[in-house]
């Protein structure tokens, strides 16, 4: 059986052939029960669905277009499978730390691109904007074939999804439409400069590549990358959207996003040293890209080599380790640690917020293509 | 609905659990056209549905869905993007230290 379902063109497509593996796939359900059971719990969300309808994409048709039509002509349907190239895993030799820490970050991205997922699918299904549904559209299928991939990865490893939360109780957040759109475009293009830096990276030092899946990241990138131009597009729209006191939001979701990589980051040591990236090198990396791209929309970018900007990163995840040390102890020392790490962390966001941007013309046209 | 009070209301759904390799994917459908608010709870009935590897299950059932006070709304709409941070792919983890 040759026939792999990453290459359907349509869903039914797509089933004929899951039918077709059909026997493989019951073998494999009895070794399921020996499985690790993970539990997503993705967040479910709803927006202000008439302002998004409002949008109207025609000062940038010509962009929009031929970004829609690259996106539908899908020059990554068939990407995600393995073949030849993915090579054997040695789970069990893996030491212990490393494994715990790689399969926090497989499970971390897959929930990330299954919330994702959840997020457009949402948007696609409640808008009545015929070219903000297709988008929506479009990325929703992206996400959840990234997501199937990583559960694939994670399958090997003896690590089973469990897709159950439906049937449990679940509330409903609520987005504004321009924080979608300052979020959104933010975590595709800091994922971008992410899957690319470690693909950079470990195509020069493959010694260090211990996991096959590190392979697939220059492809995967690159929609990641497609799904932040869309939304540059977006907000290109409305001026109101990148001036006046959102710039200030702009800033606000810059310094989270770069800082909760950065503390996020550091909690994995063994992950990064397998990598033979060194975490402070990495980030460092990840925000010049990040934000020499979103130079094409966000008028300011963060001023990462202020003296300020390292010390308060450094401060603020020790404070993180600290709370996130205190709150598995009891007592009223482990009280106050929290508290005070708490604080500490606060003090050090707002240090980090306080530096000066850097503030520069945003170019006329919006549209990039991955050159890194 | 009231300023602090909940409301019920029951609507019949069609869940989608996708468990397939080229699609990881979960969605519920509302099929009486019922709209979901900020802040509003939505718990499907029956069993747990589990897709095994492979395979999409698509299933008609109820729903519960509570709706949030007027209070809890606001309260939402004016907390709930900050929540954005999951969507970043090292974001999630409950884990602090591995």
């Known amino acids: 059986m040759n026939v792999h379902s990453a290459d359907a063109l349509t869903a039914e497509e797509a089933l004929a052939t899951q039918e077709a593996n059909q026997e493989k796939f019951d073998s494999e359900a009895a070794t399921q029960v020996a499985m690790q059971d993970t539990l997503l719990t993705p967040r479910f969300y709803t927006t202000d669905f008439d302002e998004l309808d409002a949008i109207d994409v025609t000062p940038v048709r010509e962009d929009w277009d031929k970004l829609i039509a690259q996106m539908q002509s899908d020059p990554n349907r068939g990407h995600f499978k393995k073949n030849e190239n993915w090579d054997h895993v040695d789970w069990d030799g893996m030491e212990p730390q490393l494994k715990k820490e790689f399969l926090d970050f497989l499970i971390s991205s897959c929930t990330a691109e299954f919330s994702g997922c959840v997020l457009y699918k949402e948007m696609k299904r409640r808008g009545s904007n015929a070219d903000i549904t297709q988008l929506f559209q479009l990325m929703a299928r992206d996400e959840a074939r990234h997501a199937g991939f990583i559960n694939d990865a994670l399958r090997e490893a003896g690590v089973a999804v469990n897709l159950g939360f439906l049937t449990q109780k679940k509330k409903y957040t609520y987005f504004r439409p321009k924080f979608i759109y300052y979020a959104t475009y933010l975590s595709e293009k800091i994922g971008y400069a992410r899957y690319i830096t470690i693909f950079r990276h470990l195509e020069a030092h493959p010694e260090h590549r211990f996991h096959p899946i590190f392979k697939w990241f220059e492809e995967w990138c690159n929609d990641e990358f497609s799904h932040g131009e869309a939304f540059a597009l977006l907000m290109k729209t409305d001026p109101k959207l990148t001036s006046g006191i959102n710039v200030l939001w702009i800033k606000f979701f810059l310094t989270a996003v770069y800082s909760t990589m950065y503390v996020r980051d550091h909690q994995r040591p063994a992950f990064h040293k397998a990598l033979g990236v060194d975490p402070d090198w990495y980030a460092h990396e990840v925000f010049v890209k990040t934000s020499k791209l979103s130079e094409q929309i966000f008028p300011i970018t963060l001023d990462i080599d202020h003296p300020r900007w390292q010390r308060g990163l450094v401060r603020l995840q020790k404070a993180n380790a600290d709370l996130a040390r205190a709150k598995t102890e009891t007592g009223i020392s482990a009280t106050l640690t929290r508290l005070t790490s708490q604080v500490r962390a606060a003090a050090a966001f707002v240090s980090l917020f306080t530096i000066p941007a850097k503030t520069h013309r945003v170019p006329a046209t919006t549209r990039l293509e991955p050159a890194y | ?98």
């Open chain 2, 1 to 98: 609905m009231g300023l602090l009070t909940k409301d019920f209301e029951k609507a019949p759904c069609t869940v989608e659990v996708s468990h397939r390799f080229e699609s990881l994917h979960a969605h519920v459908k509302f099929n009486n056209g019922a709209v979901i608010y900020p802040g509003d709870e939505v718990k499907v009935h029956g069993p747990m549905i589990m897709a095994p590897y492979g395979e999409v299950v698509i299933e008609d059932r109820e729903a519960t869905i509570i709706r949030a006070s007027k209070l809890e709304r606001l309260w939402t709409r004016l907390t709930g993007d900050f929540e954005f941070m999951e969507l970043c792919e090292f974001s999630f983890s409950e884990e602090a230290t591995l």
